[in-house]
């Protein structure tokens, strides 16, 4: 069974960064995508970014140029690395991992606000 734990969440000013990591065990077969999603109150939850296996990334246009996520295969962990924070980053931030099948972390929370 994989579990993904997930850390590097918190309060933080706008224009503040932070930085988010989530690691992954429990898995006999090779990790293929990784990401991270996000989902505020009210709202549905959205892709914020994923990486590859080979590292080729995907960022949202709503963060690009202020979240970059990577990742170290040996450690079979991911990075959200989030700077020029808004108020509109405030969401729960799910890390995902894709084996034979989906698996989720429980989320952390991240709030942006003054």
């Known amino acids: 069974q994989v579990q993904l734990v997930e850390s590097g969440g918190g309060l933080v000013q706008p224009g503040g960064s932070l930085r988010l990591s989530c690691a992954a065990s429990g898995t006999d077969f090779p990790i293929n995508n990784m990401g991270w999603y996000r989902q505020a109150p009210g709202k549905e939850r959205e892709l914020v970014a994923f990486?590859?296996?080979?590292?080729?990334?995907n960022t949202a246009d709503s963060v690009k140029g202020r979240f970059t996520i990577s990742r170290d295969n040996a450690k079979n962990t991911v990075y959200l690395e989030m700077n020029s924070l808004k108020p509109d980053d405030t969401a729960v931030y799910y890390c995902y991992a894709v084996t034979r099948r989906d698996y989720w972390g429980q989320g952390t929370q991240v709030t942006v606000s003054s």
């Open positions: 990486t590859t296996r080979g590292g080729n990334t």
